[in-house]
């Protein structure tokens, strides 16, 4: 027993190559989008049609497109509307989840009805069919898909929250917080909420790579991010038709995609275990 005490600490303070390599990825992608000047010199829409599908080089570190921009500048700069998307449409989801899951769990039985079986019709429908009817109805665009990817996303939170709230209604703080008189919105916002919220940061730190990927898709598709502009989904669009002869136009935008997606479920892989009290 007293080796294994001894050993709990080492495991816990142990070194984890890979969630600091995750988290160092973040910050890059952080930096690119406050400031890609730092990360990236010139403007990601500078054409020089002499230098066009030039491979990776020293001139261009991961080479030129078809307009001869350099790719590894235009990536950079596509870093702030990726993540734009994806904050976005998990920020609205999240605020709309939380409302409803709130709803859901504070409400009574018929409220309760209404709103889950609202969320099942929205579980029900393939996320990129749902996203691409919204988008058929409001029309293509950055904005509009922030919306539509959003949509989809709302019923997990929902879910998440009104079963943490049904727990967390029926615990002891809460049943002496409403014996000593506070009211309800007091006690929403100082007990319920708080502790409704720790599984949320897991489930929000993933899905901004998920929205992320979302969003590329869909500007893959034609009804996210338009050319000239530096957006990921767009830049592997417009990479497809020349995969034949110049595959690091469509590469290494799809490369950068992966990798977010790999560094934000690796951190929120983390976050889940330390809110569980495990390690990696």
Known sequence: MTAALVAAPARRGRFAPGVWAAAVFLVLLAVAALAPGLLAHGSPNDADTMAA???????????TDANGRDIATRIVHGVRPSLLTGLGAVGLAVTAGTLLGLSAGLGG??????????????????NLLLAL????????????????????????YARL???????????????????????????????????????????????????????????????????PDPEWGAMLAAGRDYFSVAWWVAVFPGLAITLTVLAFTVVGRRFQLRLEGRTA
């Open 53 to 63: 599908l030039q491979g990776p080089g020293a001139g261009h570190l991961l080479g």
């Open 109 to 126: 039985r018929v409220v309760d009805e209404i709103v889950m079986r609202a969320v099942d019709v929205l579980l029900s429908l393939p």
């Open 133 to 156: 009817v919204v988008l058929t109805i409001l029309g293509p665009g950055t904005v509009n898909a922030v919306y539509a990817i959003a949509l989809y996303l709302v019923p997990g």
């Open 161 to 227: 929250v009104r079963v943490q709230v049904r727990v967390i209604r029926t615990s002891g703080h809460v049943e002496a917080a409403t014996s000593l008189g506070l009211t309800r919105l007091r006690i929403i916002r100082r007990h319920i909420l708080p502790n409704a919220f720790a599984p949320l940061l897991v489930l929000v730190t993933v899905e901004i790579g998920i929205a992320m990927v979302a969003g590329a898709s869909l500007s893959f598709l034609g009804f996210g991010a338009r050319p």
